[in-house]
């Protein structure tokens, strides 16, 4: 099985009906992120309830449904100031996902292009690179 750090503009476009729902039901893979990204997710499910017309509890039961293994701070903590060296020119607020990449020894799936700024590059996927 295959660990991937997922970001939160992913478990968005799964909720949108994006193609990024059936690959977070691939048994090839486990899914981990952070509790800093589902509550970034979680922020935005109004605004996914509005542009989808889908009730505001059947999105929370959705997220619920997602084969995730979420992670508290702790568990990466000492890969934070690691990834804010990383980050510090790019954008601050990827800081915990990229400290549980580096924990995790992994890939990491986002479509944030910030990513792709990392030098040297981290094992960036994007939705398109599981088809």
Known sequence: MIRVVVDANVLISALLNGSA?????????????????????????????????????????????????????????????????????????DVDLLALYFTESTYLWSEDKDFEEIRPPIRLLKTKDFF
């Open 21 to 93: 729902k059936f690959v977070l039901f691939d048994s090839k893979f486990e899914f981990v992120t952070t509790e800093f990204t589902l509550r970034e997710v979680y922020h935005f499910l109004p605004f996914i309830s509005a542009r989808s017309s889908v009730p505001l509890n059947e999105l929370e039961a959705a997220i619920r449904l997602f084969p995730l293994v979420v992670y508290p701070r702790q568990h990466y903590r000492h890969m934070l100031s690691r990834a804010r060296k990383v980050l510090r020119n790019i954008d601050l607020n």
